[in-house]
């Protein structure tokens, strides 16, 4: 709104003057047309106040002017057009146009002067804001934008901007008008040629400047920029010190007052005092940075240096010094806290410094301000001890400052060295009386093979004394001389030698086996300078071994004549010996690997035994070969060797045709069980429907009686072989091993297996003591077969008319198990049957009925539980009172008379 009003109000005193002609002529028109025209005595006067109003308001009282002309024109026009018409009315009228025009100005004044004084409040606010960010704000560049927006604010204002110097131009400008002429002008200012105002303000004492624009603004290229407008440019300026420009464009029409003048002056000279503080601050944070980083420099000397920094302050006069401050260093060496010295007296933290002679440099050195050295001496005191040196000088301040090395590790490194080398000789001393009197021969070579060294264990075994080889060369000694050389190759190669074997020549002739272990000597340098040679005599050893050696060949000539394989593996799974036999299946395969030969694989088995084996154990496995088709039977064991190592030997046993026989006997017991199964099913079958058809028979009321008979005996052995079939089935499912043990009580299975026998013609008593809930065993339900065979064959071998059976059951003399006796008055078993009639087919006598197996799965039932059975005379002695069976089965996790059944 007010960039429309700037440019329209450029001539705008012009457009009220042709206004107000216009208006004016208007009302000349109107009153013209009312007394000649349509020749009324009347005028319509209404639209004269329209001019009149807008005279005073424009005006003020120049526009009263206005008024009496129009008053004037309506009298004038009743006197000389219609003097004809005499009408009070306008002549009432001419005076009230005056009197509107009094009353518009004295209002437009009242409102003029509101207005002054809302513009002086809104000038005191706007230099309040300017204090206020003059105050509050620290950043050059956001303040002057800053002042720019807020006077700007001033209704009057159109824009503002400041320029701010650099010793003789401008380097920056701020304004608050987005309008591409203002900003022009902006920018013109940080230019080598700025506008000709702007190079007046800085030639003027005055520090503000209102621009004439007839005058100041011809030929300006910026002169449409500011056409209409006021300009005010004040110098931004503080203690003789400038520091800018301050530019405000007011609105088109509007005059500069000299409120805004004082404004201008007071923005400036804030701005000014504002740029002032601001490079007054710049200066003083470069100076306490260039401060800070001079100490930071100082403080990571101080800090970091190894050495010993302490300051201390004079006190009563040099009397005491007091710690100032002490570096890092000074705590690793004093052991000592920083914040636990500092404002202590010297005295008080190191109290042997007056007898270290420390504190007479102190005083001294402040004195006389000249530096000293404290030579290296031994302090100590209750706390610490060490080796000081100091340099002890005078600050300018007055503090004196004492640096100082910790010479203690220097001084335990000397006493060390001196230490080692004492040591030295005596260990030379103590080697040299340690060759002397080993047993074993220690000679010294050169590396030109020349004998430098012979010991008392050399000249014990060799027989030559050392005056007589000592410069001589060590070839001598050898039985083959080339030896000699071929030692000294390989020292030189490998740098030494262990336990190497030669053969050396006594001074008598006699040959001597040696055993040697070579280092080689070098100098500071590390270059070699001869060799160290340490032997013994091994001649009784390799005698042994030659021995051993001649048995070992006997055992592998006793391996050779074995119709079993042999091999013999080393701990790296080379093999080391094949007889003939493993040989003949595998090829001669010594030096490679047994699981490369036996399993074709590239590295050891998982399932190897030879790590076991190498630790001492005996092996027993089956290996099947799938290369050759056989089966082994294996056993691996340790085997030592001469020179201490294990190796494994392996006897290899072929099993591959026992393995079929096995296979053969297996695959016969499996058709046994196909046949068992087919008579267990498919016969009994038959049986079972020829059972019915017999039953059937009987049960018929027609059937003739003399046929009843032969029936009864068809059904009578169908039973038979329906029971046989059943005990088959039975023994069978025993015999496999596969039934599965459970803890059962004994009460049911005997109970139902009495139930069964009472089933007989006879009368059946059966008396006993098994309770339901108290005996257990782990067993299954053929538990039922061993109670129902027992008391079948107690009913079926007993003549009597009334049959008594006596169970009894109790705990055996362990405790651990149970004890059952089945006892009958039959007519007994004789003592050389006794053990047969448990056995399949052998039955007790002529008068034994039924398949024989009965007991068998008695038996095989009983000990399938874990438990026995035997049988003996009810009566002991005397086999015809009868037979008691008696059956020992150990007891389940429950028993006792706390246990129920479940």
């Known amino acids: 709104m007010k960039d429309i009003r700037r440019v329209f109000g450029g001539s705008a005193e012009w457009y009220k003057i042709v206004t107000m002609v216009i208006l004016l002529a208007g009302c000349c028109i109107i009153t013209y047309y009312f007394h000649v025209v349509i020749r009324t005595g009347v005028v319509f006067s209404h639209l004269f106040y329209i001019p009149i109003i807008l005279a005073a308001l424009w005006w003020r009282v120049k526009g009263l002017f206005v008024a009496m002309f129009l008053a004037a024109l309506l009298i004038f026009s009743h006197i000389f057009v219609r003097p004809d018409v005499t009408t009070s009315i306008d002549f009432i009228r001419a005076p009230m146009l005056i009197i509107v025009s009094m009353a518009t100005i004295v209002l437009g004044e009242r409102v003029v002067r509101a207005e002054h004084q809302a513009h002086l409040s809104s000038i005191f606010k706007t230099i309040k804001d300017v204090n206020h960010l003059v105050v509050t704000t620290k950043d050059r560049d956001r303040l002057l934008r800053a002042v720019c927006d807020t006077v700007v604010k001033e209704e009057r204002f159109c824009a503002s901007c400041i320029a701010c110097f650099n010793g003789d131009s401008f380097v920056s400008v701020a304004n608050s008008c987005s309008d591409d002429g203002i900003s022009r002008f902006c920018e013109s200012m940080v230019s080598s040629d700025p506008p000709r105002c ?50 405000i464009i007011f609105l088109p029409g ?49 800090e970091n240096t190894v050495d010993g920094i302490a300051i201390y302050e004079a006190a009563d006069d040099g009397r005491d010094f007091i710690f100032a401050d002490v570096n890092r260093g000074s705590e690793t060496i004093d052991d000592i806290r920083r914040e636990e010295v500092i404002g202590r007296s010297v005295l008080e933290v190191f109290p042997g410094v007056a007898d270290f002679g420390l504190f007479e440099v102190f005083r001294r050195v402040w004195a006389t301000g000249m530096p000293e050295h404290h030579p290296i001496s031994m302090y100590k005191d209750d706390r610490i001890a060490g080796w000081r040196e100091h340099f002890v000088y005078k600050l300018p301040s007055g503090e004196i400052v004492a640096v100082y090395h910790d010479e203690t590790d220097r001084r335990i490194a000397e006493e060390a060295i001196k230490r080692s080398e004492r040591q030295l000789r005596e260990t030379k001393e103590y080697l040299t009386n340690v060759i002397e009197s080993s047993a074993d021969a220690i000679v010294v070579v050169d590396m030109d093979g020349i004998v430098r060294d012979w010991n008392a264990g050399a000249e014990a075994y060799m027989g030559y004394t050392a005056g007589e080889v000592l410069g001589t060369h060590n070839r001598r000694f050898f039985e083959d001389s080339e030896e000699a050389d071929r030692i000294m190759e390989m020292v030189k190669r490998e740098g030494k030698i262990r336990h190497h074997r030669a053969i050396v020549i006594r001074k008598d002739g006699t040959p001597v086996h040696i055993s040697m272990s070579v280092a080689l000597l070098k100098d500071k340098d590390g270059l070699p300078i001869g060799t160290v040679r340490m ?27 074995m ?23 595998f090829g001669d395969q010594i030096g ?13 088995c998982p399932l190897c035994k030879n790590q076991k084996v190498l630790k001492g154990e005996t092996v027993w496995w089956e290996w099947h070969s799938r290369n050759i088709g056989k089966t082994y039977d294996l056993i691996e064991t340790p085997l030592r060797n001469i020179d201490g190592t294990v190796s494994k030997l392996t006897l290899f046993r072929d099993i591959t045709r026992h393995k079929m026989a096995e296979k053969r006997i297996e695959d016969e017991y499996h058709r046994a069980e196909f046949y068992t199964d087919i008579m267990g099913h498919d ?7 020829t059972i019915g058809y017999l039953d059937l028979m009987l049960q018929m009321p027609d059937f003739p009686d003399k046929f009843k008979k032969h029936i009864q005996t068809a059904l009578k052995h169908a039973r038979k072989s329906a029971a046989l079939i059943s005990n088959v089935k039975t023994l069978s499912r025993v015999q496999s091993g596969e039934i599965e043990l459970n803890e059962i009580d004994i009460y049911p299975a005997f109970v139902s297996a009495a139930e069964d026998a009472k089933s007989a013609t006879k009368k059946v008593v059966i008396n006993s003591t098994i309770t339901e809930g108290k005996y257990f065993i782990m067993g299954n339900d053929l538990l039922f077969d ?81 438990g026995t059975v035997w049988v003996e005379d009810r009566v002991r002695g005397d086999r015809t009172s009868g037979s008691k069976f008696v059956i020992i089965l150990p007891k389940g996790a429950r028993h006792g008379n706390d246990i129920h059944s479940g």
């Open 198 to 247: 702007v190079r007046d303000v800085l030639a003027r004492e005055d520090l503000v400047k209102v621009m004439n624009r007839p005058e100041d603004c011809v030929g300006c290229p910026f002169e449409s920029v500011c056409a209409g407008s006021d300009v005010a440019v004040a110098r931004i300026e503080h203690a003789a010190e400038r520091f800018g420009l301050l530019a």
């Open 254 to 302: 509007v005059i500069v007052r000299s409120g805004e003048r004082e404004l201008l002056k007071e923005v400036a000279s804030n701005i000014a005092i504002a740029l002032d503080n601001m490079e007054l601050e710049e200066k003083r944070k470069k100076t306490e940075e260039a401060l800070q980083e001079s100490e930071a420099v100082y403080r990571a000397v101080f």
């Open 535 to 561: 032997s013994r005599d091994i001649t009784k050893e390799v005698e042994f071994e030659e021995k051993i050696k001649e048995e070992r060949d006997n055992l592998n000539s006793m391996f050779e004549a």
């Open 563 to 585: 119709s079993d394989g042999v091999y013999v593996v080393s701990g790296d799974y080379q093999i080391e010996f094949m007889n003939k036999v493993m040989i003949t299946a």
């Open 592 to 604: 490679n690997t047994c699981y490369e030969v036996f399993h074709g694989r590239e590295e050891p």
């Open 683 to 689: 016969i009994n079958n038959v049986n079972q429907v």
């Open 786 to 866: 061993v109670f129902a065979n027992l008391l079948n064959n107690a009913v079926k071998f007993d003549a009597h008319d009334i049959v008594e059976i006596d169970v009894d059951i109790g705990s055996s003399d362990d405790g651990g198990q149970w004890q059952i006796e089945v006892a009958d008055h039959g007519h007994g078993i004789s003592d050389e049957y006794k053990d047969a009639i448990f056995n399949r087919l052998e039955r007790a006598g002529e008068s034994s009925q039924g398949s024989g197996l009965g007991l068998t799965i008695v038996k095989n039932v009983v000990e399938s539980y874990g």
